[in-house]
């Protein structure tokens, strides 16, 4: 097992499958239903600087890409800006600014639909003799619901959601309660054992400052690594839900007893 740093500050989140930033753009451009060769870039810019300011105060592992491409959006925003030529002024091979980025975000969109649509016959071809769903369908009276496993961007909308409904709660003042990562991680596994799901939204009902919401969204992100749970969401931009795994028992990490400075051991 590997060891946990309970100290905010010393825990980067580093993701295997972390997506980069024109899949952050395409998620945008998905959720506000845009079209890509017309992108509002003020709309698009502040919605990639949010959440460019989440991920900075997770603390995730971003690549310098992520940041060329706030620059990148900052310049072409300032470029719309500018007084554009008289009709009779402008020249024919005169780009619109954002016709680079239109560029790179449909071939990478073409890419992933490739990957998707190979990976979609791949599972189709490992699972030909299994039940069907219809099947499964009669047999249970209704049919499953549709379950998509979530990407980052998702969880972070959905998280950026609770900060800002967490953002109108009354403000109430505690004593201050250290909650490391490791301790959130054991309270969660322990809610989801006497539980057969979760909503997303209902991992933040027991915690009140913004620090304890990072730490519960770092918990889930690190619980997710340890494949300790499933995440699923039902439907594109849908509800998210979070199971425990079978397996879970063996692969969670333990601590001792002590409560505020929990120690990780095999």
Known sequence: MEPFESTLEAYPVRLENFEGPLDLLLHLIRQHQLNVYDIPIALITQ???????????LDLDIAGDFLVMAATLIHIKSRLLLPRPAPEQATEDEEDPRDALVRRLVAHQQFKAAAEMLHERETVRSAQWT??????AEIAGEAPEPELEVDLFSLMSAFKAVLTR?????????PGEFLSI????????????TT???????????V???????????ALLEMIRLK??????????GDIRIYRRQAAADNAPHYDAAPGTPTAHD
Do not use: H, W
């Open 166 to 174: 967490a953002k109108q709660r009354p403000q109430v003042v505690l």
């Open 131 to 136: 039940r069907s769903e219809a099947r499964l």
């Open 208 to 218: 009140a400052t913004r620090a304890e919401l990072v730490v519960t969204f770092l």
């Open 196 to 206: 057969e799901a979760i909503g997303f939204a209902e991992l933040f009902d027991d």
């Open 228 to 237: 300790v749970i499933r995440v699923y969401q039902t439907g594109p931009f």
């Open 182 to 193: 490791e301790a959130r991680i054991e309270q969660l596994l322990a809610r989801l054992s």
């Open 47 to 57: 919605q990639y600087l949010d959440y460019l300011e989440v991920m900075q105060e």
